[in-house]
């Protein structure tokens, strides 16, 4: 690894968390001269890579050209004064700069309920929502037996005769929200909600 070679410039902002879509990342100018080179990769909380950057800024700020990410992500950063050296490798060796959680940005689903007699799961419709999500995983198992989405409305059906646990996610304009899991602890096959 390059690191003994460069310089690397902690950064002032954010720290440890942030909501924000586009965070502002800012450093030290004092710590040393422009040009900075900016390296930074965010992961998903699975560990996936969402997308990187590697660019070059005169000011000791830098704002990402678009959203971090629609839910909750890590991100790893290295900020040097313009050192070509540094590698992929040596981002991802690093341990996180900070955390992203946007999902504040788009509510919970209110009033949400599952109607037995017609399988059918419903919810208070928010003007933030462009979308929600069900999803029906196995009690047995589970494994997602079932994904279905509502485009526009307060109501999917259940298809499935099996068992289920049903959760709910929405997604906003620039994110999505946090999955929900019904009140109900789960759905019986049967068309009776499981006793608590």
Request: charged letters at 20%; glycine letters at 6%.
């Amino acid at each position: 690894m390059a690191f003994a070679q460069c310089k690397v410039i902690p950064l002032a902002y954010p720290l440890e968390q942030t909501a924000e879509l586009q965070p502002e990342l800012g450093w030290d100018r004092a710590a040393a001269p422009s040009p900075y080179r900016v390296q930074l990769q965010v992961r998903s909380p699975e560990g996936g890579n969402l997308w990187s950057v590697d660019t070059l800024v005169n000011e000791a700020a830098y704002r990402p050209p678009r959203a971090l990410t629609r839910t909750t992500a890590s991100v790893k950063a290295l900020i040097t004064s313009g050192c070509e050296r540094l590698t992929q490798e040596d981002l991802e060796a690093t341990s996180a700069a900070f955390f992203v959680d946007v999902t504040r940005h788009c509510p919970v689903p209110e009033k949400a309920a599952f109607d037995p007699v017609s399988k059918k799961v419903s919810w208070s419709t928010l003007p933030e929502y462009r979308r929600m999500e069900m999803f029906a995983y196995s009690m047995k198992d589970g494994r997602l037996i079932e994904k279905q989405a509502a485009v526009a409305g307060s109501a999917l059906v259940l298809q499935t005769r099996e068992d289920v646990v049903l959760a709910l996610r929405p997604s906003c304009q620039e994110v999505d929200g946090q999955v929900y899991l019904l009140p109900a602890a789960a759905v019986l096959g049967g068309g009776e909600t499981a006793p608590r």
